[in-house]
């Protein structure tokens, strides 16, 4: 993976080519979408889903203002020291005795060995005080002491009014992202950018947060600053575990986009117009999921439901079988809409053995008995259509295959129409079956979004050929679009795909997007 | 309203991981699932028919999970409960203790709910007595101290444990005939009062 970036990677900037001036003087006569926002295959014919959040810029400024002041520190001869102690502690502190169950998942890795030294991506959470919260693997008694150095150094740089960002050595990053009252901090060896990495942070941060608020956890530490909240988070760290897996391999948390079950517009539009009658007065969002696609999403006019909130979801439903049986009635805080306070959700399959699961959330936590209710009514009427033979059937097969563009040497895209948060994207072909190919594709993405949204020098378009594959990215304000071709393809041809692919989309369409949303 | 007539609200507590779960997983599918455990995440709930002599009564089990992160929300899963389950690992004497917990909540908030200490995981301590944490007559002294019955359950085996939900709906169904002749017309308790009942059942 690092060695991608270095190799000989011919990668050009806006200007040298110029797929954006020929596109534009190709879209005069012809019906190819626009590139302007609101235009472009995917976008929502009436309101948008989701919160306009319209990139990943809108997802890290938060964090950017927060940060105030920065200290980059950028010296490995300096902090090559305190790296070490971060990445290489051995002196391990006695284990702690506690009561507390980490047997559950398999993560009593030696810290000390190398192995756990060589992990990719480490995460560990911690409150202000050092106490540990979470770490990705190894426990974290084990740990207590290496998070207790984690948290020397951030309140270091703290007393100087400066707020520690991120250390670079030795191949390695340490990311930081204190979001009172916890700290994150994140220990890598990938290429990505620092805000790439913040991001991810980010999500761990949202994902405890969804578990307590942050009314919870701030009422928590500030009676008590050295409480263990592990006590609380007490058998979610699976959630974690899973959503950190899932921002490896989700091209949804990559983009910041959802992506939908192909199916006809006229069986969704059934789907959608039985989940709005099945309304009830503290209903906010109808969500109905098949596996990680969303199959359609009502909600209460005058309220958007964030991206990050529903990918939160996706991992809640995607992580647990504790759904499968009976209804599900939990609290849960959807922190991109309120930090403050839970809703309830009403989680259940529409069938035992189906992958349609309906997510219903109320503002009510004693409503459970009229979201089952609301349940049973979107059964019924969706009983009686055909539509609903029809989603069974795309259930079956929720994706297709990127053969169906017909581009010769095009392996594999992905397209996010921006007004609507919406991306698409074929099943991976088979030269990506494996799961260590899957995800070594995903970290090119990465790396060209990384390129494409470089906080200082954004790039419009970045073209990237290597032994094993070519690889072309896309901004335009209506859309982004990142194209992998096999190594036989050429610039040219990649330039030419992308108003080949655009046009096909545009034609599909209604078929790959939610275009109309719908509202209680 | 049509799918969800409900008669009696049962509610399962006890500490995580005791088998709260399984239990239900075993009364209401007759199955016992082996691989990692699942945390349950707020709580469940199923609704499950059950036969006590004529008739048909509903059984609404809430299954909540034992995470002491759910605890403030506990209430709401319990509120208005008939029967509560309290369930305890015989293999971890630190449930029992939160079994203890349970009860005393229960006492303070819901005295109108029956409860039931359950003991699980039986088979663990047949096969090796040595796993035992809790004695026997220590949780059959507690029972009889808080007005509870007592059980000791596997749900691995099944052992008990449609005894345990049988016991449950029985004894609503008579508290319920209780409650009722003695709301709607305020005398004639434990008078021949089966036909009319049975009508009222029907009419809910
Ligand atoms: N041997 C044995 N194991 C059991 C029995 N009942 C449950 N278990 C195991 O105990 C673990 C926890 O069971 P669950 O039923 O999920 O526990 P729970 O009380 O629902 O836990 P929470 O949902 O977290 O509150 C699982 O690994 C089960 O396989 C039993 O009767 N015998
Ligand atoms: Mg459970």
Not at chain 1, 388 to 415: D, M, N, T, W
Not at chain 2, 126 to 132: A, H, I, K, T, V
């Amino acid at each position: 993976m690092d060695g991608v970036a270095q190799r000989g990677a011919a990668s050009w900037e806006n200007g040298t080519l110029a797929p954006v001036d020929r596109l534009r003087t190709e879209r005069a006569d012809s019906p190819t979408p626009g590139l302007v926002e609101g235009t472009e295959p995917g976008a929502g014919q009436k309101s948008a889903m989701f919160i306009h959040a319209q990139s990943f810029e809108d997802l890290t400024a938060a964090a950017e203002q927060e940060v105030g002041r920065e200290a980059e520190l950028d010296q490995p001869g300096e902090c090559g020291e305190d790296l070490k102690v971060l990445v290489g502690e051995q002196a391990i502190e006695e284990q702690h005795n506690s009561d507390i169950a980490s047997e559950s998942r398999p993560k009593e890795e030696d810290v000390s060995s190398e192995t756990w030294r060589s992990h990719r991506k480490h995460v560990f959470v911690l409150s202000e005080a050092g106490k540990p919260i979470y770490s990705r693997y190894g426990t974290e008694e084990a740990l207590s002491s290496t998070m207790g150095v984690m948290m020397a150094l951030v309140s270091f740089v703290e007393a100087e009014k400066n707020i520690i960002r991120s250390i670079h050595a030795d191949g390695c990053k340490v990311v930081f992202l204190a979001k009172s009252p916890l700290v994150l901090v994140g220990v890598y060896r990938t290429c990505q950018s620092d805000k790439e990495l913040l991001r991810e942070l980010q999500y761990i941060y949202y994902q405890i947060v969804s578990l307590l608020t942050l009314t919870q956890l701030n009422h928590i530490f500030k009676h008590k600053q050295n409480y263990d909240l592990r006590r609380l988070l007490a058998g979610s760290e699976y959630l974690t575990d899973n959503l950190l897996h899932r921002l490896d391999r989700d091209p949804g948390l990559l983009l910041s986009a959802v992506t939908c079950l192909p199916l006809a517009s006229s069986a969704r539009d059934v789907v959608s117009s039985s989940l709005q009658a099945a309304k009830s007065k503290s209903l906010v969002f109808s969500i109905l999921l098949a596996g990680d696609c969303l199959v359609t999403l009502v909600r209460k006019k005058d309220q958007f439901l964030h991206h990050i909130d529903l990918h939160l979801v996706f991992n809640l439903v995607g992580s647990s079988s504790s759904f499968r049986e009976g209804e599900g009635w939990t609290p849960i805080c959807l922190p991109k809409f309120n930090t403050a306070g839970f809703f309830h959700a009403h989680i259940s399959y529409l069938e035992p053995a189906s992958k349609l699961c309906l997510i219903l959330v109320s503002t009510d936590r004693e409503d459970f008995f009229n979201m089952s209710d609301c349940k049973q009514r979107f059964l019924e009427r969706l009983n009686k259509r055909s539509a609903y033979q029809a989603l069974k059937e795309a259930v079956k097969c929720p994706s297709y295959s990127v053969e169906q563009v017909g581009i010769p040497e095009l392996r594999h895209f992905l397209y996010k129409s921006k007004s609507s948060g919406l991306y698409t994207s074929p099943e991976f072909p088979a030269v990506y079956q494996s799961d260590e190919e899957q995800e070594r594709l995903m970290g090119l993405y990465q790396d060209l979004h990384s390129h494409l949204h470089h906080p200082t020098r954004p790039l419009r378009s970045f073209y990237r050929c290597s032994e094993t594959e070519n690889l072309l990215a896309w901004v335009t304000s209506g859309f982004e679009l990142y194209l992998c071709f096999s190594p036989l393809g050429t610039k040219a041809l990649a330039v030419s795909a992308v108003n080949k692919l655009l046009k096909w989309i545009r034609k599909e369409e209604d078929r790959l997007f939610i275009l109309s949303p719908l509202t209680y | 309203m049509s799918a969800m007539r409900v008669d009696a609200k049962v509610v399962m507590l006890g500490k995580e991981s005791v088998g709260k779960t399984s239990l239900v997983e075993r009364y209401v599918h007759h199955r016992f699932l082996v691989g990692p455990y699942q945390n349950t995440i707020g709580a469940a709930f199923v609704a499950k028919p059950i036969q006590v002599g004529e008739k048909v009564i509903t059984l609404g089990i809430w299954d909540t999970a034992g995470s002491e992160r759910y605890e403030a929300m506990s209430r709401i899963y319990y509120r208005g409960a008939r029967a509560a389950i309290v369930c305890y690992d015989l293999t971890d004497s630190s449930s029992f203790q939160r079994a203890r917990f349970w009860v005393m909540e229960l006492q303070n908030c819901e005295e109108h709910c029956k409860i039931y200490l359950c003991a699980t995981k039986n088979d663990l301590v047949e096969g090796d007595r040595s796993l035992r944490q809790i004695d026997y007559h220590d949780a059959q002294d507690f029972a009889e101290e808080i007005g509870a019955q007592h059980f000791e359950t596997s749900s691995k085996t099944g052992n008990n444990v449609d005894e345990l939900f049988q016991k449950v709906a029985e004894d609503y169904n008579s508290t319920a005939f209780q409650y009722m002749t003695a709301e709607e017309t305020g005398v004639d308790l434990g008078q021949k009062k089966d036909s009319y009942f049975y009508s009222c059942c029907h009419n809910n």
